[in-house]
């Protein structure tokens, strides 16, 4: 069969990464390191940060995730020495610390090995879709493309109804919020343009995206509606980016735009 010759990950190499991620997740309930303080002075205010063990073994677990996709790239038969792999690690990193902010949440039982179940296969297609997608010649790369753009905004719900829930102060959660934003979206733009310099376009998508955010922080909804309209905002403005990018233009991503926009209207006027 063709299917059998095209490039695909070895399956020691992805099973590994997968086992380190899932051993860092089952680490977090079983050791307690030393808090870390960060304090500097901001605009006449002084700032602290605390990272305690969930924090850094969260971030452990995003570092890992996005070595490991980096490594399984650069065994690509179609990688070039030199060829930049920097943005394949994007979404697996974030995907690694949003899969394990929801596990380190269940509770002991058989939930919790339902929830690592899952967030391993998550954390798997997601690296599979970027080593597929990373090399356009691949004759799956614009059908797996699609399913990554899915998981990508599925992914970023995920991120921002976290964000919304633990209640961190705007001062924090508002740069969290734009950066997660510029660096999805800079990541989808490049995967549909990849020719052309879509930075900009990102940051000022993710700069929008945090001014909403910051007028949603202080305004009395529920955290599932606020992590809803932004993300729908988000997926607006990525398919509106779309069709100013694109050289034949074409009004499907209009009115796919106009039944999402609607489609956000209804959800967003039912939902507690």
Same mark, same amino acid.
């Given at each position: 069969?063709?299917?059998?010759?095209?490039?695909?990950?070895?399956?020691?190499?992805?099973?590994?990464?997968? /086992? #380190? %991620? &899932?051993?860092?997740?089952?680490?977090?309930?079983? *050791? =307690?390191?030393?808090?870390? @303080?960060?304090?500097?002075?901001?605009?006449?205010?002084?700032?602290?940060?605390?990272?305690?063990?969930?924090?850094?073994?969260?971030?452990?677990?995003?570092?890992?995730?996005?070595?490991?996709?980096?490594?399984?790239?650069?065994?690509?038969?179609?990688?070039?020495?030199?060829?930049?792999?920097?943005?394949?690690?994007?979404?697996?990193?974030?995907?690694?610390?949003?899969?394990?902010?929801?596990?380190?949440?269940?509770?002991?039982?058989?939930?919790?090995?339902?929830?690592?179940?899952?967030? /391993? #296969? %998550? &954390?798997?297609?997601?690296?599979?879709?970027?080593? *597929? =997608?990373?090399?356009?010649? @691949?004759?799956?790369?614009?059908?797996?493309?699609?399913?990554?753009?899915?998981?990508?905004?599925?992914?970023?719900?995920?991120?921002?109804?976290?964000?919304?829930?633990?209640?961190?102060?705007?001062?924090?959660?508002?740069?969290?919020?734009?950066?997660?934003?510029?660096?999805?979206?800079?990541?989808?733009?490049?995967?549909?343009?990849?020719?052309?310099?879509?930075?900009?376009?990102?940051?000022?998508?993710?700069?929008?995206?945090?001014?909403?955010?910051?007028?949603?922080?202080?305004?009395?909804?529920?955290? &599932?509606?606020?992590?809803?309209?932004?993300?729908?905002?988000?997926?607006?403005?990525?398919?509106?980016?779309?069709?100013?990018?694109?050289?034949?233009?074409?009004?499907?991503?209009?009115?796919?735009?106009?039944?999402?926009?609607?489609?956000?209207?209804?959800?967003?006027?039912?939902?507690?």
């Amino acid at each position: 069969m063709v299917s059998s010759r095209l490039p695909k990950p070895e399956f020691g190499q992805i099973s590994a990464l997968t /086992a #380190l %991620v &899932l051993l860092t997740y089952g680490l977090i309930r079983m *050791i =307690v390191l030393p808090a870390i @303080d960060i304090e500097f002075p901001l605009f006449g205010l002084l700032i602290q940060i605390e990272f305690k063990t969930q924090s850094i073994m969260l971030l452990l677990a995003g570092a890992l995730t996005a070595s490991g996709a980096d490594w399984l790239v650069r065994h690509h038969p179609y990688y070039k020495p030199g060829q930049s792999t920097f943005e394949t690690s994007i979404l697996p990193a974030l995907a690694a610390i949003a899969i394990g902010g929801i596990i380190i949440r269940v509770p002991e039982g058989a939930q919790l090995w339902i929830a690592h179940v899952i967030g /391993a #296969l %998550v &954390l798997v297609l997601i690296v599979w879709a970027e080593f *597929i =997608v990373s090399f356009p010649r @691949d004759p799956r790369a614009r059908f797996v493309g699609i399913a990554l753009n899915g998981l990508a905004f599925l992914l970023m719900t995920s991120v921002l109804l976290a964000i919304a829930e633990i209640g961190i102060r705007a001062i924090f959660a508002i740069p969290l919020i734009g950066g997660v934003s510029f660096a999805v979206i800079w990541r989808l733009l490049r995967l549909a343009s990849p020719r052309k310099r879509v930075w900009p376009w990102a940051l000022l998508i993710s700069v929008a995206v945090a001014q909403i955010a910051t007028g949603l922080h202080y305004w009395p909804i529920s955290p &599932l509606r606020t992590s809803l309209l932004l993300a729908f905002t988000l997926y607006s403005s990525y398919t509106l980016m779309l069709h100013h990018l694109a050289e034949k233009r074409s009004n499907t991503l209009l009115f796919e735009n106009l039944f999402i926009g609607g489609l956000s209207i209804f959800i967003l006027a039912n939902i507690g």
